[in-house]
């Protein structure tokens, strides 16, 4: 799974990497966020960090496709891979 995509997606709709560190929980620093956002984590983020930021998402991706009526790939993707 791609969370550097899923991680720049999210800080697409406004939220700052803070916010998102807080939303995952479980001692995620903003730090964390931005390892993964600049790439420096690569694909290396444990399972409960993972689920976190996939939840966040979806939650995130459903009000954007909301406000325009259109769901992208990446929200495809994030469902397929969720389910």
Do not use: P, W
Not at 23 to 46: E, P, W
């Amino acid at each position: 799974m791609d969370f550097q995509k899923i991680v720049a997606e999210i800080l697409e709709t406004g939220m700052t990497q803070t916010e998102l560190a807080k939303r995952c929980g479980n001692g995620t620093t903003q730090g964390h966020i931005s390892a993964i956002y600049t790439g420096r984590r690569g694909d290396s983020v444990g399972y409960v960090l993972g689920d976190a930021l996939v939840r966040i998402h979806r939650r995130a991706m459903r009000t954007k496709v909301v406000g325009s009526g259109v769901a992208s790939e990446s929200v495809k993707d994030v469902a397929s891979a969720v389910s």
